[in-house]
């Protein structure tokens, strides 16, 4: 996961909308079933999928009243502390 990713996706939702995240996301995981997919590309899908899930949690705790700094680091420190874990 990458902090700026989660940060610019964060923002596209507050400027747009969740649904356009959540029906992308539904997309890219369709696309991980084609077979012919290399190992790489699949990463990368799965990359993007994890950001824009990050980036549904940040937004999901902004609207809740947290600061969208302190919640982008709230929520990279429990991806951090899963890693370590």
Known sequence: M???VIKHLTQF???NDEDFV???IETLEA????PSLKDEEL???GE???NMYGAIEVHKMTKSGTPKKEALNSFMGR???SIDK
């Open 43 to 45: 990463d990368v899908i």
């Open 31 to 34: 696309l991980t079933e084609v």
């Open 22 to 24: 959540v029906e992308t």
């Open 48 to 50: 993007l999928i994890s």
């Open 13 to 15: 939702i507050e400027d």
């Open 79 to 81: 991806v951090m502390g």
């Open 2 to 4: 990458k902090l700026p």
